[in-house]
């Protein structure tokens, strides 16, 4: 039953699942006690019968807190209790009861099996074993002094000690095999453990891949479009910025180094301005509409997943669609922001990209997909692309009224 849980809890767990089991167990006795007893009063009208219920009333309040909440204090309390109360069920029993001549009887046994279960509050079977031996061995004196006490005979019964060795052999059986299952489940968190491990490596590789995918792919366009001669400044400033930001893993600040600006607006540190400044350097013509303030309310990852996203999508159009310029048109609404990448160049069948699209697949689907957001892509021959890069705003984020840049 503990397999699954930690070794740490399994242990307590057991403890506690054996200890209620055996106090309901317990429970349940008294009441057939009472149930027997009160039939035999009703059908003989004894007052000393009623007598004998009466007593059974402390032991099952008690046996009742026990039930609610284990504590040490209450276990003692019971075991007293019930000490003194079997010894007057087991006097008033045999009092209203002439025929009954020894305790070999499963109506004295009941209130004995009570007190063999209470299960005790320790953790542990070595606990739990003494606790149910302290209380069958208080039950058995209480019933010898009230033989004693009304000149019976005192016989052991068979239920009672029955009980007392099935729980001794449950406990016992219970600690033997502990050791076992602990190093079972140590062995099933290992193999989680090591699986949730595959699964993260998976995923930082797949990160990985794609922004040494991105930066590569942008930077050698960047240089391919370059003039011949030594990189323009600006050129090599962004390449050495990306560079570094790739080598730490990182988000970088803008090439230019523009602090002021950046820490006045956060859209110029953003990931998505420095995609849209990186195909302008490329000589793509990028025109920007529609409300940027809503993509700095996005979080960290999400706002680096599509401006690296957006870069790839412009990469594509400087490579593959042969257009001049394209356009960048952010809009936020029922809980999400949108992003627009349109160009009006040769487009290609959506239902079946080419294989070196490796940039829509992975750069673009796989890390929107990431941070929980979806690509939808329109494109034919006639018209160019459009591709429409959605993700989700955070829960509570505040939307202002923006412009385009």
Do not use: K
Request: net charge negative.
């Amino acid at each position: 039953m503990s397999l699954g849980l930690p070794s740490h809890l399994a242990r307590p767990a057991n403890s506690r699942a054996l200890a209620t089991a055996a106090r309901w167990a317990g429970l349940i006795c008294l009441g057939a006690a009472v149930v027997n007893v009160g039939s035999a009063s009703l059908a003989d009208g004894n007052v000393t019968s009623w007598v004998t219920l009466l007593v059974l009333v402390p032991m099952v309040a008690l046996l009742l807190a026990l039930a609610r909440g284990r504590t040490v204090g209450l276990t003692v309390a019971y075991l007293l209790v019930g000490t003194v109360c079997t010894y007057f069920y087991v006097v008033a029993l045999f009092t209203s009861t002439p025929a009954y001549r020894d305790t070999n009887l499963f109506v004295v046994a009941l209130p004995v099996v009570a007190m063999t279960l209470v299960g005790g509050t320790g953790t542990g079977a070595l606990a739990g074993i003494l606790w149910a031996t302290l209380g069958f061995a208080l039950a058995e004196a209480a019933v010898m002094l009230g033989a004693a006490t009304t000149g019976r005979a005192y016989i052991p019964d068979a239920i009672s000690l029955g009980a007392y060795l099935l729980l001794v052999g449950v406990l016992t059986f219970d600690g033997l095999t502990r050791g076992t299952r602990s190093r079972a489940q140590a062995a099933l968190h290992r193999a989680v453990r090591d699986a949730r491990l595959i699964d993260l490596r998976r995923e930082l590789l797949a990160a990985s891949t794609a922004d040494l995918h991105d930066t590569v792919l942008s930077e050698l366009v960047a240089v391919a479009a370059a003039q011949p001669g030594p990189l323009d400044e600006r050129l090599a400033r962004r390449i050495d910025s990306d560079l570094r930001g790739l080598a730490a893993g990182v988000p970088t600040a803008d090439g230019d180094g523009a602090v002021t600006t950046a820490e006045a607006d956060p859209w110029y540190d953003s990931e998505l301005h420095r995609a849209i400044e990186a195909a302008r350097d490329e000589g793509l013509t990028v025109d920007i509409s529609g409300d940027r303030t809503a993509y700095t309310t996005l979080g960290d990852d999400a706002r680096r997943a599509l401006g690296l996203a957006v870069r790839q999508c412009l990469v594509n159009v400087v490579r593959h669609s042969g257009s001049p310029s394209a356009e960048v048109a952010l809009s936020a609404g029922g809980g999400s922001l949108s992003v627009m990448v349109v160009d009006g160049g040769s487009g290609f069948p959506t239902s079946a990209p080419a294989a070196d699209r490796l940039g829509l697949r992975q750069s673009v689907g796989d890390r929107i997909a990431r941070v929980g957001g979806t690509v939808d892509i329109y494109s034919s021959a006639d018209v160019g692309t459009t591709v429409i890069l959605t993700v989700p705003i955070a829960p509570g984020a505040s939307i202002a009224e923006g412009c385009g840049g």
